[in-house]
T-cell receptor
Framework: TQLLEQSPQFLSIQEGENLTVYCNSSSVFSSLQWYRQEPGEGPVLLVTVVTGGEVKKLKRLTFQFGDARKDSSLHITAAQPGDTGLYLCARNNAGNMLTFGGGTRLMVKP | DAGITQSPRHKVTETGTPVTLRCHQTENHRYMYWYRQDPGHGLRLIHY???????DKGEVSDGYSVSRSKTEDFLLTLESATSSQTSVYFC???????????FGDGTRLSIL
């Protein structure tokens, strides 16, 4: 299993601040998914990135897939308390399996 | 939610007892997965299924077995539970490829 490292592990910020979460691997991956998980619930898909250099936007969230397809980032602009949660990246492996990173726990204080 | 029900939602049991967790889907998806989630480890794949009676091991399969006798149900069994298997267990379903996995709300299992 190829490791997927996320940073930072924890992030506590004030409402209105910007932040970036990183997801890195030592090997190339075909596609990557970002999920968000709230307490007591399962992860929910935010976006899938497939093409190297791809940028996708979801309201205040911007997702980038590195040119070499070894890394990805999630940038949140003007964070709100509703953005609080656990953000997980996951790479697609052969056999329709996902390998997840360890997650970034984000807390946005009002 | 994408038509996934996990049962039970919470369970407390003792070391050495057998435990079975159930995942039920109403989406007719081909693939079903069992993960465990522990602090600092994200989600780790235990077993998965790519069709009725077709299953394979994931990253952390030791101590677990699974069965899928019909499309909608995927069972995870701990034959003799150990304290190291205390965790939150998630079931997921997918149509495969780059399609997203849809997760249930989890089962919190405590083994004393």
């Amino acid at each position: 299993t190829q490791l997927l490292e996320q940073s930072p592990q924890f992030l506590s910020i004030q409402e209105g601040e910007n932040l970036t979460v990183y997801c890195n691997s030592s090997s190339v991956f075909s596609s990557l998914q970002w999920y968000r998980q709230e307490p007591g619930e399962g992860p929910v898909l935010l976006v899938t990135v497939v093409t190297g250099g791809e940028v996708k936007k979801l309201k205040r969230l911007t997702f980038q897939f590195g040119d070499a397809r070894k890394d990805s980032s999630l940038h949140i602009t003007a964070a709100q308390p509703g953005d609080t949660g656990l953000y997980l990246c996951a790479r697609n492996n052969a056999g329709n399996m996902l390998t997840f990173g360890g997650g970034t726990r984000l807390m946005v204080k009002p | 939610d994408a038509g996934i029900t996990q049962s039970p939602r919470h369970k407390v049991t003792e070391t050495g007892t057998p435990v079975t967790l159930r995942c039920h889907q109403t989406e007719n998806h081909r693939y079903m997965y069992w993960y465990r989630q522990d602090p600092g480890h994200g989600l780790r794949l235990i077993h998965y299924s790519y069709g009725v009676k077709d299953t394979d091991k994931g990253e952390v399969s030791d101590g677990y077995s699974v069965s899928r006798s019909k499309t909608e149900d995927f069972l995870l069994t701990l034959e003799s539970a150990t304290s190291s298997q205390t965790s939150v267990y998630f079931c997921a379903i997918s149509d495969g490829g780059v399609q997203p996995q849809h997760f249930g709300d989890g089962t919190r299992l405590s083994i004393l």
